[in-house]
């Protein structure tokens, strides 16, 4: 059974950064896809980045050169950096492998 774990999130200023992970059991991770997804209040959950099993990656426009999307094998886990954060990067984040979610992780961007 797929289980992930989401954490990292929370309240922070525009310009500020936070780390999110994510926890992946019952998968074999390293040749694991994985991505991150989110969903603002009244909007659908949008695809904001991803990572291959090889470390390639792509993200969506409003993101690239402000996210980086990494991977540790050996910790099963899944990171999101996120720089320059502005007030519409709010909304809960999710991690996705495969059509599984976590249970999401909420980042507000807010002065």
């Known amino acids: 059974q797929v289980h992930l774990v989401e954490s990292g999130g929370g309240l922070v200023q525009p310009g500020g950064s936070l780390r999110l992970s994510c926890a992946a059991s019952?998968?074999?991770?390293?040749?694991?896809?994985m991505g991150w997804y989110r969903q603002a209040p009244g909007k659908q959950r949008e695809l904001v980045a991803t990572?291959?099993?090889?470390?390639?990656?792509n993200y969506v426009d409003s993101v690239r050169g402000r996210f980086t999307i990494s991977r540790d094998n050996a910790k099963n886990t899944v990171y999101l950096q996120m720089n320059s954060l502005k007030p519409e990067d709010t909304a809960v984040y999710y991690c996705?492998?495969?059509?599984?979610w976590g249970q999401g992780t909420q980042v507000t961007v807010s002065s």
């Open positions: 996705n492998k495969g059509g599984n």
């Open positions: 019952g998968i074999i991770f390293r040749l694991s896809a």
């Open positions: 990572i291959t099993s090889g470390g390639s990656t």
